[in-house]
């Protein structure tokens, strides 16, 4: 299978050596890299250069934006940037971060999963970060979702749902509009890859309130959103975040906020969500 990765970089000149040099050493390569320097004021781009002058598959592309580190619209915008470099000739394609360190046989291993069922859409491993000295599971989702970190898509299922959407919540949106569209996700606890950035690390009040915003233009609806802003402040061990989730909620609600999804979308999605409460409950 051909897999195009895409990987936006802001000032990741002392990481994303280590991410590129796990994906050149992978047991099934990659057919392009497109590397997204976006805005970054340290050597990043000489070390994404360095890289692409031994590896003709990996490439650069210069980005201008603000410094503003808000999640969702700033990494997709580049992501978008890089994936308009590349041609339609992919089997697959990634969208991944510049601070992770796969395993050697990641790529493997999702061709092994994309080539056993037509009907997958998307595959991805795990998340670990570094503590007291053991890599330990990032847990900050179910571990039927994947990470945004290390999005892996079939051409199809990507065409489909219209590609990725710049805006804070394009990582739960994608795998919902899977399941609308009747493709499956799968999770493979087997591949850990070391993430060396805390989630969300530099993040302010501003982008917390995204994340409401997020759970209404997901069109969650209130009971839905303060159920899932519960869970996700109980889960990075931080209660008050609930409050910033629910603000940003009513928030997008008063100013008439567009959706990212349809009317039918949404009322999949609110289905499945509450099917899927149901059955941990019960």
């Not at 592309?61 to 590349?86: C, D």
């Not at 890859?193 to 915003?213: C, D, F, W």
């Amino acid at each position: 299978m051909n897999y195009y990765l895409v990987i936006p970089a802001h000032n990741e000149a002392t990481l994303i050596n280590l991410t590129l040099q796990s994906l050149v050493s992978q047991t099934v390569l990659p057919k392009k890299i497109v590397v997204v320097n976006d805005n970054s004021t340290d050597d990043t781009e000489a070390v994404v250069n360095a890289f692409a002058k031994a590896h003709p598959y990996i490439s650069l592309v210069n980005k201008q934006s603000t410094a503003v580190h808000l999640p969702g619209s700033k990494v997709i915008q580049a992501f978008n940037k890089g994936f308009k470099t590349l041609d339609e000739e992919y089997d697959v394609i990634m969208k991944i971060d510049a601070d992770l360190i796969f395993p050697t046989n990641y790529l493997e291993t999702l061709t092994r999963h994309f080539t056993s069922d037509p009907e997958i859409g998307m595959v991805g491993g795990f998340c670990y970060i570094e503590k007291e000295g053991k890599w330990i599971l990032e847990n900050l989702t179910d571990k039927d979702h994947i990470r945004g970190a290390l999005k892996a898509y079939r051409k199809e299922t990507f065409k489909q749902m219209g590609g990725l959407k710049s805006q804070m919540g394009w990582d739960t949106v994608d795998e919902l509009l899977c399941k609308y569209y009747n493709w499956k996700v799968i999770t493979d606890a087997s591949l850990q890859v070391k993430h060396l950035k805390p989630t969300g690390a530099n993040y302010n009040k501003t982008a917390r309130y995204k994340q409401g915003e997020a759970f209404y233009t997901l069109g969650y609806g209130f009971l839905i959103t303060a159920i899932a802003s519960a869970k996700l402040s109980f889960m990075k061990k931080k209660p008050l975040l609930f409050l910033d989730y629910i603000r940003g909620f009513f928030k997008a609600k008063s100013a008439g906020t567009s959706l990212m999804v349809t009317k039918d979308q949404a009322e999949f999605i609110r289905k499945y969500r509450l099917k899927k409460m149901k059955e941990k409950l019960f």
